[in-house]
């Protein structure tokens, strides 16, 4: 890499005078003047690794300060107050840093541009960010209540620079099961994984996330992928060595023992017990028969 030109230091002023075309109000202000509104930052606070940002935030305005040229974004309200709209994170670091002894006591702040609304603001969790990124659960969070503010789904797609394909799966997530919602959030399950398995399994999804991260797990990964949803194809064996029987003639007898009964449905068959609950479905007969052989093996074992 070629050394770079240092740059020879001049003057602000008569730079500025030359190009600048407006200004924008910078302000150092105490920090007892910022307030943080309840449920503003959930979005944010949603995602696992939040209190790692902050901590790493902290330790550096340990170490350098609070830096001035990373204002917090505020709104200035009629309670004498200035409410953060963006810069929740810096905000929390500065406090966990002052308990640590740093000694900040103004941040500088800027304020939010005149005439800008309350769905302004929610869109800026998104769009004014120039930090860490919304995890996707975060941005769904925030989709949602710009639905609920009677935005609908094309004008939320719109303003983001999104597909209508990204808003609604975004609100497929936020509406799926607290199981999944967890998963996702702690990162055992992508979004993009638990939407596409909510489409196509809809009330099953839940269960066929949960095996699919004990799959996950017992292959020693932290993280569902689509290969941890296929069904494992079933064991030739009853315990030791290989069975060298025909694959049918495994099938049958297992099929026999466990009282199962096959359906078909359309495009795929179903292998339910003998009080009707589904074991396994598959493509096509014998891969419904073994992934119920794989499924119930795993249970036992």
Known sequence: MDQLKEITPGNVKDVMRTYKTGVADVYMVKLEALRVRDGFNAAREADPDYPVAIREYADSMKANGFFRHKPIKVTAAADGFLYIADGHTRFAAVQLANSEGAGIESVPVINET??????????????????????????AMVIKQLLGRGIDEKEIARRLGYSITKVTNALTLVGA????????????????????????????????????????????????TGKHLKPAKAPRGTGEGIDARHPDSIRLEAFTANSWYVHEYGDYFEVSDNAGEPVARGDTMRDAIDNAIAANYAKKG
């Open 114 to 139: 005149r005439g800008t609304t309350e769905d302004d603001r929610i869109f800026g969790l998104i769009l004014d960010n120039n930090g860490r990124k919304l995890t996707p659960l975060g941005e």
């Open 177 to 224: 099961p607290t199981a999944i919602r967890e998963m996702v959030a702690a990162g055992e399950v992508s979004a993009t994984t638990a939407v596409k398995t909510i489409k196509a399994e809809g009330a099953k999804a839940t269960e066929t996330l949960k095996a699919a991260k004990e799959t996950a797990k017992a292959a020693g990964k932290e993280k569902v």
